[in-house]
């Protein structure tokens, strides 16, 4: 379609950019870009059989900008980098950054829950070692913030 409609729009870049806006929704409705590369690899190609002249261009990007800002994705940020030379390569370059920022994001998750189990292991020593020194259920559960029923748990596995 992108051949056919470069074709048909040689003289025309109005034209050319209402067919290249078409073909980016048709692109990310079929293919989303959070399950395969395939839309990222179908917008490249777009992008370059469909070339716009600058400031169609430009019109274009804060088009795809508000059909993708319900992706979450950061257009205003990739466009002050100037290297930037395709559209497709904004897309794989907010693909790659959200990967990165998703690792920040579960590595920090990670350590948070290992904070927690660890405080809980820890409480649930304290209990163990109360219980060995003699101390009531009630004292216990005072001190550690387990329940009756916990605190019995503890003591069944010892």
């Not at 051949?3 to 989303?32: D, F």
């Not at 019109?59 to 950061?74: G, P, R, S």
């Amino acid at each position: 379609m992108a051949g056919q409609y470069q074709a048909k729009t040689r003289t025309n870049p109005e034209e050319r950019y209402t067919y290249k806006l078409k073909l980016t929704e048709i692109i990310k409705k079929r293919y989303p870009f959070g399950e395969s590369d395939i839309g990222i690899k179908l917008l490249k190609f777009v992008d370059n059989i469909l070339y716009l002249p600058h400031e169609l261009n430009e019109q274009y990007i804060q088009e795809v900008y508000q059909i993708f800002n319900k992706e979450c994705m950061d257009m205003a940020q990739a466009e002050k980098t100037k290297e930037i030379i395709t559209f497709g390569e904004l897309l794989e370059r907010w693909k790659k950054e959200g990967r990165e920022e998703g690792r920040k994001v579960g590595r920090k998750e990670g350590i948070e829950e290992g904070k927690r189990e660890g405080q809980f292991l820890e409480r649930r020593k304290m209990a163990q070692k109360m219980t060995n020194a003699g101390l009531d259920i009630e004292t216990i559960i005072s001190l550690t913030g387990f329940s009756e029923d916990e605190i019995k748990q503890i003591l069944k596995e010892g």
